[in-house]
C-alpha cells in the first residue's frame, strides 16, 4: 500500500487556488458589506478545503466496509469541529492582513496570543479523537490517519504562508525566501 502523493498535491493545489482566491476576493472587495463578503468567502474555501481533504483521506486509508461507516462518520464529526477552529484561524489571519503593515504591539500581542490559543484548541481536539479513532481503528490505521491530516496541515500552512505577509518591520525584509530557509 503506497501513499498517493499526487491525490495530496492535488489538494494542495485546489486549497492553495482556494486561499488564493479567497485572499483576492477579500482585497478587491469594495462593496457595502466586505466582512459579509469575507465571511462567505472563508465559508467557501472551508467547505472546499473539508471535501479536498475526505477525498486525500479516502484515497489513502483504505478500509473494510465494517470499519468504514464508524470511522467516516467520526471523521465528519472531527471535521466538523475542526472547520470551527479554522474558522477561528482564518478569522486571525484577517485581522493580520488588515494590519500587518500598521501593527502596534498591542494588537501583535492579541494577534499571537490567539493564535497560541487555536493552536492550543487544535491540539485538544486531536487528542480528544485520538481515542475515539482508536475504537474504530487498529492502531497502525490510527497513526496511518494521523499521518495523511498531520501532511495535509503541513502542506496548508505552506500554502498560507505564501499568501501572508510578514508583519512590518522597519529595515526588515517584507517576506522569507524559502530558498534561504532551505540553503
Known amino acids: 500500500m503506497t501513499f498517493n502523493i499526487s491525490k495530496i498535491i492535488t ?7 482556494s486561499l488564493a482566491s479567497f485572499n483576492a476576493s477579500a482585497q478587491a472587495d469594495t462593496g457595502s458589506n466586505p466582512s459579509a463578503n469575507e465571511a462567505a468567502a472563508m ?7 473539508q471535501a479536498n481533504r475526505q477525498l486525500v483521506v479516502a484515497e489513502n486509508l483504505p478500509l473494510s466496509d465494517d470499519k468504514a461507516g464508524p470511522f467516516w462518520d467520526l471523521y465528519r464529526e472531527y471535521a466538523n469541529e475542526r472547520a470551527k ?4 484561524e482564518v478569522k486571525i489571519i484577517l485581522e493580520f492582513r488588515d494590519n500587518f503593515e500598521t501593527l502596534t504591539d498591542d494588537q ?4 499571537i496570543n490567539e493564535y ?12 480528544k479523537y485520538l481515542s475515539k479513532f482508536r475504537r474504530v481503528l487498529s ?7 494521523f ?14 504562508s505564501q499568501v501572508i505577509p510578514l508583519a512590518y518591520q522597519d529595515g526588515a525584509p517584507e517576506q522569507v525566501e524559502a530558498e534561504t530557509i532551505t540553503q
Open 108 to 111: 501583535a500581542k492579541r494577534i
Open 116 to 127: 497560541i490559543k487555536s493552536e492550543d484548541q487544535y491540539n485538544k481536539l486531536r487528542k
Open 85 to 88: 477552529l479554522v474558522e477561528k
Open 139 to 145: 492502531e497502525v490505521e490510527t497513526l496511518r490517519y
Open 147 to 160: 499521518q495523511i491530516e498531520n501532511k495535509l496541515d503541513d502542506i496548508i500552512s505552506f500554502e498560507v
Open 11 to 17: 489538494a494542495a493545489a485546489l486549497t492553495g487556488l
Open 43 to 49: 465559508q467557501l474555501s472551508i467547505s472546499q478545503l
